[in-house]
Nanobody
Framework: QVHLMESGGGLVQAGGSLKLSCVAS????????MSWYHESPGQDRDEVAW???????NYATSVEGRFTISRDDSKGMVYLQMDSLKPEDTGIYYC???????????????WGKGTQVTVSS
C-alpha cells in the first residue's frame, strides 16, 4: 500500500507562483512514472505534467512553459512548480504515482487526495 500526501496549494494572484509537493510513503514499492492532474469544477481530471523514472517530462499544452515537474526519489517526492498562474489554473491538483508493488509483483497506480489552488484575477 502506498500513501500520497500533497501540499503547497493556496490562494495566489494571477501572475504569481506556487510549488506543489507530493510525498509517497509505504513499504515494498518502487516508484516509476509520476504525474500531476488538474480538476476544475464540472470538468474532467486532466493530466498536466508527467515525469518518467529517468526524468523525461511531458506537459499539457495549457501549462507548457509555465509549469515544471521534478522528482526526488531519495525522498519519494514529486514537485510541481507553477509560475505565471492564470485564473483558469484554479482547481484541485492531484498527484498520481505508478509503482511496482514488490509484494505482489505487479504495477499499481495510487492517487493523492488533492490540494486546492485558487488563482484570483
Amino acid at each position: 500500500q502506498v500513501h500520497l500526501m500533497e501540499s503547497g496549494g493556496g490562494l495566489v494572484q494571477a501572475g504569481g507562483s506556487l510549488k506543489l509537493s507530493c510525498v509517497a510513503s509505504g513499504t515494498a514499492f518502487r516508484l516509476t512514472d509520476m504525474s500531476w492532474y488538474h480538476e476544475s469544477p464540472g470538468q474532467d481530471r486532466d493530466e498536466v505534467a508527467w515525469i518518467s523514472l529517468n526524468g523525461r517530462t511531458n506537459y499539457a499544452t495549457s501549462v507548457e512553459g509555465r509549469f515544471t515537474i521534478s522528482r526526488d526519489d531519495s525522498k519519494g517526492m514529486v514537485y510541481l512548480q507553477m509560475d505565471s498562474l492564470k485564473p483558469e489554473d484554479t482547481g484541485i491538483y492531484y498527484c498520481k504515482v505508478h509503482v511496482w508493488n514488490m509484494d505482489v509483483e505487479r504495477y499499481e497506480d495510487y492517487w493523492g487526495k488533492g490540494t486546492q489552488v485558487t488563482v484570483s484575477s
